[in-house]
């Protein structure tokens, strides 16, 4: 595995399907997204645990407040595009959910959780916040997959950046 990516660090752009909206194979490229604003990146283990549905609703309670400052929210999992895409409408979550099937960004990014109750190489819990030049100027990995990002402090990075 990767070590995990650290405030300074350049981000690595990716492409990945978004969750299922009917459009065939619906990308998005962290690049063509940082061209809008910042991009807070919330890596979660697994779609309708209970940690994740918190960690992915807090986001959603706060996304007005992200957008006004010109930024943007993507989930990330490894799981499938229709999982994300339930996950997503069940708790009415306004933003993409990305599925990193293959496990390379996770990868790329030091954020892999080798053993998840039974489960080989889901995303450990991890938010990122990247500048428009890709430069990660907040940086947090949970140490158990159970932990909650301090929120407080994401949007407080995404403030001095804006």
Do not use: H
Request: glycine share 6%.
């Amino acid at each position: 595995m990767n070590s995990e990516l650290d405030v300074g660090d350049n981000a690595p752009d990716f492409t990945l399907l978004r969750d299922w909206t009917g459009e065939p194979e619906e990308t998005i490229t962290l690049n063509e997204k940082l061209k809008k604003g910042p991009v807070v990146l919330a890596f979660f283990p697994a779609a309708f645990s209970e940690p994740c549905t918190e960690e992915l609703c807090t986001f959603r309670d706060s996304l007005a407040e992200y957008n006004e400052l010109g930024a943007q929210v993507l989930g990330i999992s490894v799981d499938g595009v229709f999982a994300n895409a339930a996950f997503k409408d069940k708790n009415d979550i306004q933003f993409p959910i990305l599925s990193d099937w293959d496990k390379e960004v996770i990868e790329d990014y030091g954020v892999v959780l080798e053993d998840l109750v039974g489960m080989k190489r889901v995303a450990n819990r991890a938010v990122f916040v990247v500048k428009e030049d890709r430069e990660i100027v907040y940086s947090w990995v949970g140490e158990k997959p159970s932990n909650m990002p301090p929120f407080d402090e994401v949007k407080k990075a995404v403030e001095e950046i804006t």
